[in-house]
């Protein structure tokens, strides 16, 4: 076999590549449940935006024409809605773009600034000039895994008692060599947030060095949260700072991929040369055009979750389910080890009901639950019952069984 | 203003920004002419399969969910067809997003291998272990502008004559540090392309540390261009090399951003790790394995420019134009000098012809002009004629002047 390990950088070769989920088909003919509930990607459970099939049938009359690269309609439609100027917005192929474009740009390897041997650091098992980033450890996997294409040098900040962000940890964390600090809010997998106060005694911590990049995926669904931070709001007098925004979450669009970042004009401009010429599709800016101004579905989508995630408490209170309160769309499980988590997961699967590990998010004892519309919640809820009963009586037999055995 | 300099790297702040060029609706607006005929982008002027709409329509039944992270029916689809496994190949947000993940991949900074100083190549004015890869001068400008954002040190050799490949100069270009060699074959924006025969002995000449990636995004134009390589007959005993293709030409979807890589499944494997896990989208997957079983559209739109190829040449040669025999979509029109390839450009643009300047590519005295249906080809031809008019006479009446002014 041809060895092309010496094309490969190595830490490519060493990163585990994605290995997604069962499938709704792979579930149904492996299991054949009476009914499937995927709760495992924080998907829209409610669809999108009726008036997206119009606007998408449309956009396909010029389908063979490449997209508008500026995305120019969307963009000025965001920026009205944002009060921001369409300079300050860059439309990208979803935050998963978004994250991968700041990590070209950024957290490329130093440029060496002179031939002086001496001044460069490096280490016999290190890269010459790696990048630093700062983030936290329960957090987006996403913003992990781009910045490892780039070979960047990660620190990921253990979470703070509750699963909350410890932003006194992160902003210990900088270092001279610091170039991003990454922070979603409200935060996945965990569903909390970092509050108004806090944000702004760490935005003031942060050195002006450091690129601030927030995340907000889930912003909508904080609506009516009071001490939810309204980062635009610090725009102004943080030019390092970015939002990343998505169209993947409350506007049910994940298929489309379409997502955004807010921020100083001179950055964006940068940006803007990094991202793919014609990213995202014209269907996919004509959809999100269209969902973006249907505000009642985006209002029963946030009122869905709302609902679901009241219904979901009380159900877990009251079968003694540990849970992390959310302000998101999906709820984090908290289970007593690894082997609880997974034998849930399973038996859930078996069900027909779909529910995200988080081990690669660092979190092998918790499985997140996004929360669906009340027959799905009905669903998981039967199947919880079904499932903590057989492993209940199966935990009573197993421990019989020692009992006996030891007499 | 916030200085930012420090933030970014200096090759993308030196970088060019894409400047798009006048969209439909602005010529529409500027100039009023009777008609417009877009032939500025090498789209299929025939739109895409009829096909493509029903399968988008069935695909937004579910547009709330990701899309399928491995593209698993249309490669398989494409495997099938191309009769190689699906592991074989890779599908992407089009050529560009492909290229940009080979970029990523590849042309990385060279990782400092041991901690002696001494072996370490340091030039005061370059970074520290640049990657590099070869090309040629007036090929996809696309493939420079990513291995741009990865700094990497891109040699671009000179055409031979005839704008056709100089494949010796090329592999004379080969270093011992060469990561990557980019051969687009048919060429773009040349429509010239790289014989069978030459292709062997390219092939042959490049050492076996080197990446070869031949970009096919023309490839079924060249259908019964006899001397054209089927590069795919050389994946088994060339496992360095990649094949790009896409739906973005001759099956008319470049508003959806769909391409493909083959090559041996271990450096699919690797790619698969860079590309953004939901690339490309639900709707995209959904139209391109239509695309792909719409054979009777994808003959129709190879006649049409074979049929518009024919009666532009006979056209140019009436007119004693001169122009590069092509094998693509697309024809070069080469003029005198830049300032006539501008004035011819601009001209035609006010009467609704949109045509391809080609500084970026390199050559800034030529003209690409897509093949269009044949109201588009009239209203080319039309123009062209009023246009030539109008710029001899005002010739004739600056010598006269001259003339005049002279006696």
Redesign the interface.
Known sequence: ??D?S?????H??E????V?GK?IEEVQKIYRPAMIA?LA?N??????SPR??EA??E??S?????????SLELREELARRNGVDPASILVT??S??AI?ILC???L??L??Q??D?QS?R???S????RAEAVTAEATFV?FF?QAG???AKVTRVPMAEGYRFDGRAMLDAIRDET?MIYLANPNNPTGTYMPADEFRVWLEGIP??V?IVVDEAYLEYATGVEDYPQAIEDLHSR??MLLLRTF?KAY??????VGYVIG?P??I??L???K?????????QA?ALAALRDEAFLMQSLDLVRDARARFYAFLEHHDGVYVPSISNSVMMVFGSESEASTFTESMLREGVILRRLAAFGLPHCVRVTMGTPEEMAHFEDSYEKVMGELHSKAVSVAQLRGAQND
Chains 1, 2 share one sequence.
């Open positions: 076999m041809f092309h010496n094309r490969i950088p190595v490519i070769q990163m585990k590549g994605y997604p499938t995927k990607s998907e829209n459970r409610l669809g999108c997206v099939r998408v049938l956009s396909l010029a389908v063979q024409n490449y997209p508008d690269p500026l192929a979803g998963e773009s991968s070209r740009t950024f490329q390897p440029r060496v002179s031939p041997m460069l490096v280490q016999s290190d890269m010459q000039g996403g895994v294409v780039m070979n170039r002006d060095h690129l030019p390092n993947s049910g669009l994940a298929g489309f991929r100083d001179e950055l401009g940068q803007a040369k990094v793919l010429t014609f990213e995202p599709t014209a269907a996919a959809a």
